[in-house]
Protein backbone atom coordinates (compact mmCIF):
# COMPACT_ATOMS: atom_id res chain seq x y z
CA UNK A 1 0.00 0.00 0.00
CA UNK A 2 1.90 3.35 -1.25
CA UNK A 3 -0.91 5.41 -0.78
CA UNK A 4 -3.25 6.29 2.55
CA UNK A 5 -6.14 8.55 1.71
CA UNK A 6 -4.08 10.04 -1.43
CA UNK A 7 -0.88 10.79 0.81
CA UNK A 8 2.12 8.63 -0.28
CA UNK A 9 3.60 6.62 2.61
CA UNK A 10 7.10 6.99 3.25
CA UNK A 11 8.57 5.60 5.82
CA UNK A 12 12.19 5.42 7.57
CA UNK A 13 13.42 1.86 7.95
CA UNK A 14 15.03 2.48 10.75
CA UNK A 15 11.91 4.14 12.49
CA UNK A 16 10.61 0.65 11.54
CA UNK A 17 13.41 -1.77 12.65
CA UNK A 18 13.38 0.20 16.35
CA UNK A 19 9.61 -0.34 16.74
CA UNK A 20 9.51 -3.36 15.98
CA UNK A 21 12.51 -4.62 17.75
CA UNK A 22 11.97 -2.59 20.92
CA UNK A 23 8.07 -4.41 20.99
CA UNK A 24 9.74 -7.56 20.84
CA UNK A 25 12.56 -7.37 23.26
CA UNK A 26 9.71 -5.54 25.70
CA UNK A 27 7.42 -9.02 25.26
CA UNK A 28 10.68 -11.41 25.73
CA UNK A 29 11.52 -9.65 29.20
CA UNK A 30 7.90 -9.66 30.05
CA UNK A 31 6.96 -13.57 29.35
CA UNK A 32 10.25 -15.08 29.18
CA UNK A 33 13.46 -15.96 31.09
CA UNK A 34 17.05 -16.38 29.68
CA UNK A 35 18.97 -16.17 32.23
CA UNK A 36 18.70 -17.49 35.86
CA UNK A 37 18.41 -14.26 36.82
CA UNK A 38 16.49 -11.10 35.67
CA UNK A 39 18.78 -8.55 35.65
CA UNK A 40 21.23 -10.52 33.51
CA UNK A 41 18.32 -11.07 30.75
CA UNK A 42 17.76 -7.11 31.08
CA UNK A 43 21.07 -6.73 30.12
CA UNK A 44 21.15 -8.94 27.30
CA UNK A 45 17.89 -7.42 25.99
CA UNK A 46 17.88 -4.12 26.68
CA UNK A 47 21.63 -3.23 26.14
CA UNK A 48 23.51 -5.91 24.18
CA UNK A 49 20.80 -6.67 21.37
CA UNK A 50 20.35 -3.23 21.00
CA UNK A 51 23.82 -2.38 20.90
CA UNK A 52 24.47 -5.44 18.13
CA UNK A 53 21.79 -3.85 16.18
CA UNK A 54 23.20 -0.41 16.17
CA UNK A 55 26.94 -1.89 15.11
CA UNK A 56 25.86 -4.60 12.58
CA UNK A 57 22.69 -3.75 11.22
CA UNK A 58 22.81 0.19 11.30
CA UNK A 59 26.26 0.28 11.20
CA UNK A 60 26.44 3.60 13.32
CA UNK A 61 28.54 4.64 16.39
CA UNK A 62 26.95 4.20 19.87
CA UNK A 63 27.85 7.54 21.00
CA UNK A 64 25.09 8.80 18.37
CA UNK A 65 22.42 6.68 20.80
CA UNK A 66 23.98 8.52 23.97
CA UNK A 67 26.48 5.58 25.13
CA UNK A 68 29.17 7.63 26.11
CA UNK A 69 30.04 9.23 29.41
CA UNK A 70 29.06 12.82 28.68
CA UNK A 71 29.87 15.11 31.01
CA UNK A 72 31.01 13.05 34.04
CA UNK A 73 32.20 15.50 36.54
CA UNK A 74 28.85 17.26 36.36
CA UNK A 75 27.14 13.53 36.68
CA UNK A 76 29.56 12.89 39.48
CA UNK A 77 28.67 16.21 41.31
CA UNK A 78 24.98 15.37 40.93
CA UNK A 79 25.03 11.63 42.16
CA UNK A 80 27.36 13.28 45.29
CA UNK A 81 24.47 16.02 46.03
CA UNK A 82 21.95 12.89 45.42
CA UNK A 83 23.62 10.74 48.25
CA UNK A 84 23.63 13.59 51.07
CA UNK A 85 19.84 14.61 50.25
CA UNK A 86 18.54 11.56 49.84
CA UNK A 87 20.53 8.83 52.07
CA UNK A 88 19.30 10.82 55.22
CA UNK A 89 15.42 10.60 54.24
CA UNK A 90 15.86 6.99 53.28
CA UNK A 91 18.02 5.86 56.14
CA UNK A 92 14.82 7.45 58.31
CA UNK A 93 11.93 5.94 56.38
CA UNK A 94 13.48 2.63 55.89
CA UNK A 95 14.08 1.84 59.28
CA UNK A 96 10.37 1.24 59.72
CA UNK A 97 8.85 -1.90 61.65
CA UNK A 98 10.12 -5.21 61.45
CA UNK A 99 7.67 -6.71 59.18
CA UNK A 100 8.76 -3.95 56.28
CA UNK A 101 12.43 -4.93 57.40
CA UNK A 102 11.92 -9.04 56.75
CA UNK A 103 10.04 -8.50 53.39
CA UNK A 104 12.95 -6.21 51.97
CA UNK A 105 15.55 -8.69 53.40
CA UNK A 106 15.45 -11.18 50.44
CA UNK A 107 16.33 -8.11 48.50
CA UNK A 108 19.20 -7.28 49.20
CA UNK A 109 21.91 -9.55 48.50
CA UNK A 110 23.90 -7.81 45.98
CA UNK A 111 21.69 -4.64 46.33
CA UNK A 112 23.72 -2.39 44.15
CA UNK A 113 25.32 -4.27 41.63
CA UNK A 114 22.06 -6.53 40.57
CA UNK A 115 20.23 -2.93 40.29
CA UNK A 116 22.91 -1.43 38.70
CA UNK A 117 22.82 -3.82 36.25
CA UNK A 118 19.29 -4.26 35.93
CA UNK A 119 18.90 -0.87 35.41
CA UNK A 120 21.74 -0.31 32.76
CA UNK A 121 19.64 -2.03 30.09
CA UNK A 122 16.56 0.21 30.87
CA UNK A 123 18.96 3.67 30.55
CA UNK A 124 20.22 2.81 27.71
CA UNK A 125 17.15 1.49 25.94
CA UNK A 126 15.10 3.68 26.93
CA UNK A 127 17.17 6.83 26.78
CA UNK A 128 19.54 6.08 23.82
CA UNK A 129 18.09 3.50 21.63
CA UNK A 130 14.46 4.89 21.14
CA UNK A 131 15.19 8.35 21.89
CA UNK A 132 17.67 9.11 19.37
CA UNK A 133 16.99 6.08 16.72
Not at 22 to 31: C, E, G
Amino acid sequence: MKYLLGEKLDFDWKVITVTIVSTLLLMVDHYHKLTAHKYWDRVILYLVIPLLIVLILFRENPREYGFSFGDWKLGLAYTALGILLMAPVIYYLGRGDEAMKSYYERFLSGLPWTTFLDLIGWEFFFRGWILFA
